[in-house]
């Protein structure tokens, strides 16, 4: 696989990026417009290379086996260039996502295209902007029955589209590939389906994830469960079913509590407009929980953090989470369960927030010239 040396713009660059780019020219364009804040306690003006590219993995057998020989053989390379990584796994695909300046993302680049794990690397988006990748490594698992040839297609359909000149944004690129909307996401639309996403998490163990499934049996929707870790964290569990309401699409997404604290599951916080909190009545427990979600939107704009729905039956949780939301400049909506109704009566909650959520907007982005 030799070097191609490009004098070409962006747009130019992925369509001879048949296989791989090692040196890149930086576009004289300024980056385009995002529709959403980077997270973490990142230099908003600093700009690095996002890079966004699937691969083949070179064998099915074992994958977080893989996964974890990756992460040892590459952290102490990335992390003498400051490169962040997410790598991600499914079906007999990788997906790979690098931030960093432009010479030591390639570099990592050029690293990943000698190795023997995987091949056929296509490039899938390509941009400049604030570091959103908040953790400098971050991989995970989809535990999902899915032919390889699904994933394929969707890899080809948005390799195709960047090389006719339309990218989608880096999370909307992650989400297609890694985490189809069942309800009929398109990547061939300028229009994402409309939908309302909600993350999930409880003060006790296990119920996020309960409430999912029972939801996702009520609407006939499949479970999809995902598994990642960081850099020197043991792997946590996150699982979502898409429930269809109307031409509306609900996805409710379980995260375990120490799935927030991912950078990789912090940048894309970003795209709820709901965020459960399931209260235990346990003041220690639902201090954490609201800590979590605090912390996890402390640096993010207001205009992008999600309603907090507290889901409790003592009125004193309510009054006290308010309280501490407004403190920290969240919107706190209380649903409570003193009036019966259990699963369903929260379910239909969410189901009015989904007939309510506007159309979403388009998420491609302009090539860089």
């Not at 988006?125 to 029955?145: E, K, N, T």
């Not at 990547?187 to 409430?211: D, K, N, Y």
């Not at 964290?233 to 079913?241: E, N, Q, S």
């Amino acid at each position: 696989m030799g070097c191609l040396h490009l004098k070409c713009t962006v747009h130019g660059i992925v369509k001879a990026l048949c296989c791989i780019a090692v040196s890149l020219p930086s576009p004289s364009s300024a980056p385009p417009a995002h529709t959403f804040a980077p997270s973490g306690a990142i230099d908003p003006v600093r700009k690095v290379l996002r890079l966004m590219c699937a691969s083949e993995a070179a064998s099915t057998e074992q994958p977080y086996a893989s996964l974890t020989r990756i992460r040892d053989q590459s952290l102490a390379f990335n992390a003498e260039r400051s490169v962040h990584a997410a790598l991600l796994y499914m079906s007999g695909w990788y997906l790979q996502w690098l931030e960093g300046r432009e010479a030591d993302v390639m570099q990592v680049v050029t690293r990943t295209t000698r190795a023997r794990s995987h091949a056929r690397l296509r490039v899938l988006h390509y941009g400049f902007g604030p570091r959103l990748l908040g953790d400098a490594w971050c991989m995970g698992l989809v535990q999902r029955p899915e032919a390889r040839g699904g994933v394929a297609e969707r890899v080809n359909q948005l390799r195709a589209q960047l090389v006719g000149g339309k990218q989608f944004s880096p999370l909307s690129v992650w989400r297609r590939v890694t985490m189809p909307m069942q309800a009929g996401e398109s990547t061939g639309s300028a229009m994402e389906t409309p939908h309302c996403r909600v993350l999930i998490s409880s003060a006790l163990p296990h119920q996020a994830h309960a409430f999912v499934s029972w939801a996702a049996e009520r609407t006939a929707a499949q479970v999809i469960e995902h598994r990642y870790a960081g850099e020197h964290t043991p792997d946590v569990g996150l699982a979502y079913a898409d429930c269809t309401v109307k031409a509306v699409c609900l996805r409710l997404v379980a995260a375990a509590r120490h799935c927030l604290s991912l950078g990789l599951s912090k940048a894309m916080h970003c795209d709820f407009t709901h965020w459960v909190c399931l209260f235990a009545n346990d003041p220690t427990r639902d201090a954490e929980l609201l800590q979590r979600a605090i912390d996890t939107f402390r640096d993010v704009d207001a205009t992008h953090r999600p309603e907090i729905v507290g889901v409790a039956s003592d009125p004193g949780v309510h009054a006290w989470a308010q309280v501490v939301l407004a403190q920290a400049g969240f919107l706190y909506r209380p649903h409570d369960t003193q009036q019966g109704g259990g699963n369903r009566a929260l379910f239909d909650q969410l189901r009015l927030f989904a007939q309510q959520a506007p159309s979403t907007s388009g998420s491609i982005w302009p090539m860089a010239e």
